[in-house]
């Protein structure tokens, strides 16, 4: 005898709840795999490789359920975000003030870098071209990523009374501040705009790279991207494990290489 089919219904709704459960707890639980992303294009790191290798050592020691996965590109970062928001993150404040929020990010981190949690970036141009801040509107300038509004991050870094007419440049978008020097140095840009630490460590490995470069002024003081975790995800024995692990002042072998890959001295908790 057949019946109806609507008298399976609650018995297929009960089912599809069930499998829905049984994926949240699979998900939350401490054991599973959990994502942990960076993106920070400012970064003298060169080598997302070795960065890789360093932080899955270390994290292996430390909570090995967590999975690190480093972008190069913001597009790829930004994707992931929405498909599966990750356990911990690090990136730079412009881009945790537009996620953070929603994807329930909380602050736990901030590196320290030549004894400071902020840097400052330096606008270029070639000695002979003859250009100034003011006259640079409609000319196209060489930066790591700002997002899809640049303009509203690029008046927010440079001085108000710097000259420049901000919403007139043409951003080019480049992955890493190397990439943004070589493109002026062989005049594909007609500026570019660096992290002031990685040209010094440039100028100082290459004299003759930047050799014909002006600089046209700094930006303001930009902090430092943050470490993040969403809240609800890791239990708060993995967090504070983690952070004594970052942070610790003892110097153990794997610490020390890990901060060496990231290219800093150290890590500062981030009250609340």
């Known amino acids: 005898m057949t019946h109806p089919p609507h008298r399976f219904w609650p018995c297929r709704l009960l089912a599809v709840a069930l499998s829905l459960i049984l994926a949240v707890l699979a998900i939350a639980r401490p054991g599973a795999a959990q994502p942990f992303y960076y993106f920070y294009p400012d970064s003298p790191q060169s080598n997302i490789g070795l960065l890789k290798r360093e932080m899955d050592r270390f994290l292996a020691s430390v909570d090995p359920h967590l999975t690190f996965q ?14 599966a928001p990750p356990a ?20 736990l981190l901030r590196p320290v870098q030549d004894g400071a949690t902020s840097y400052r970036k330096v606008l270029l141009v070639a000695k002979d071209a003859g250009l100034t ?10 930066t790591t ?18 000259g420049v007419r901000v919403r007139e440049l043409r951003v080019v978008t480049v992955p890493k501040d190397f990439d943004a ?37 700094e930006t303001g003081e930009m902090p430092l991207p943050v ?14 494990r983690l952070r004594h692990a970052l942070a610790a002042t003892e110097a ?18 981030i009250a609340h």
């Open 70 to 83: 480093p972008f190069v590109h913001l597009v790829d970062l930004e994707r992931q975000l929405a498909a």
């Open 88 to 107: 911990l993150a690090v990136m730079p404040a412009w881009l945790l003030s537009r996620h953070g929020a929603a994807l329930g990010l909380v602050p």
């Open 133 to 142: 801040p003011g006259t640079l509107a409609g000319r196209t300038v060489a």
């Open 145 to 162: 990523s700002l997002g899809a509004t640049p303009g509203d991050l690029l008046e927010a870094m440079l001085p108000p009374d710097s």
């Open 181 to 217: 020097l070589l493109a002026l140095v062989f005049r594909q840009v007609d500026a570019a705009l660096v992290v002031k630490h990685n040209l010094a460590a440039i100028s100082a490995a290459n004299p003759t790279l930047t050799a014909n470069l002006l600089p046209l002024l």
């Open 227 to 240: 470490l993040c975790y969403r809240h609800g995800i890791l239990s708060a024995d993995q967090l504070e």
């Open 252 to 269: 153990s072998s794997s610490r020390i290489q890990l901060l060496e890959a990231l290219q800093i001295d150290g890590w500062q908790t």
